[in-house]
């Protein structure tokens, strides 16, 4: 099983914006950049919902 980096996935979401936000990035780029930040931000979300799970745990 692959081990979800959460500053490693942020990073690329970084040089992402930097890639859709180029004037010299394609169409067919800026879809596929699309579709991995969603995939990124999904796999955040839920990194996030688990430490936050783990931390209310702990506080009880």
């Known amino acids: ?5 959460y500053k490693e996935a942020v990073a690329r979401l970084e040089k992402i914006a930097e890639k859709v936000e180029d004037p ?3 169409i067919e780029d800026i879809d596929k950049y ?3 930040s969603n ?3 999904e796999k ?6 688990t430490v936050r799970e783990k931390i209310d745990t702990s506080f009880k």
């Open 1 to 5: 099983m692959e081990t979800f980096d």
């Open 24 to 26: 010299a990035t394609g």
């Open 34 to 36: 699309v579709k991995e």
């Open 39 to 41: 995939d990124l931000i």
């Open 44 to 49: 955040c979300r839920a990194y996030l919902r």
